[in-house]
């Protein structure tokens, strides 16, 4: 695998999931986690939920398992595994599944809403918008699937840079 990527994978212990990128080899053990792999980068593997084993090929001692919040690296330069002692950033935070229930609520408290609930900068400028009312039932949902949820509902279209969410009309709404 080359690239980043998010998973949610079901426990199976006869049918393990193997993930081989980055210089490692990632094991998947009933979890949600992102693998970023870029070339002539550090490798990183960070957990949501459940547990992960990530080790160097060829290196049964460089195994390290991973549990919710846990972040490890591989240093492609030093050939070693460095675990990371502080939660991921809340760029992870955003897979976290969460219940938010809505019922006749302005877009703009919503998006406020949404700003706590994932730590993120979730907006719009335009004014028409944000005074939109919404009923929605986010049951079990991450912010990708709510923002997406929105998106296909109001016939907007978002951007997202890194802990920056700008939400944008597509076409003129009617409030119904």
Request: no cysteine; net charge neutral.
């Given at each position: ?13 006869a049918?393990?999931?193997?993930i ?19 070339q002539e980068a ?11 084993s990530?080790?160097?090929?060829d ?9 919710p919040?846990?972040?490890v ?11 990371d002692k502080?939660?991921?950033?809340s760029s ?18 919503v ?11 979730i907006?719009t ?5 944000s005074?939109?009312?919404l ?14 949820m ?5 016939n907007?279209?978002?951007?997202m ?10 076409k003129?709404?009617?409030?119904q």
């Open positions: 695998m080359t690239g980043e990527a998010f998973f949610e994978v079901t426990k199976d212990h049918h393990p999931f193997i081989y990128g980055g210089g490692v080899i990632t094991k998947v053990w009933g979890t949600s986690f992102r693998i970023r792999a870029y550090a490798t990183e593997v960070s957990v949501v939920t459940g547990k992960v990530v080790k160097i090929p290196n049964d001692k460089s195994e390290v398992m991973l549990l919040t846990q972040k690296t591989y240093q492609l330069a030093g050939d070693y595994l460095k675990r502080e939660k991921p950033a992870m935070r955003i897979w976290q599944k969460t219940t938010l229930v809505f019922d006749n609520v302005s877009l703009k408290d998006l406020i809403k949404l700003d706590k609930q994932y730590g993120m900068h907006r400028d335009d004014k028409e918008l005074n939109y009312s009923n929605a039932d986010f049951t079990g949902q991450n912010l990708p699937a709510i923002l997406d929105i998106e296909n509902s109001l907007v279209s978002y951007t840079d890194d802990t920056d969410v700008i939400l944008y009309r597509n003129p709404l009617t409030n």
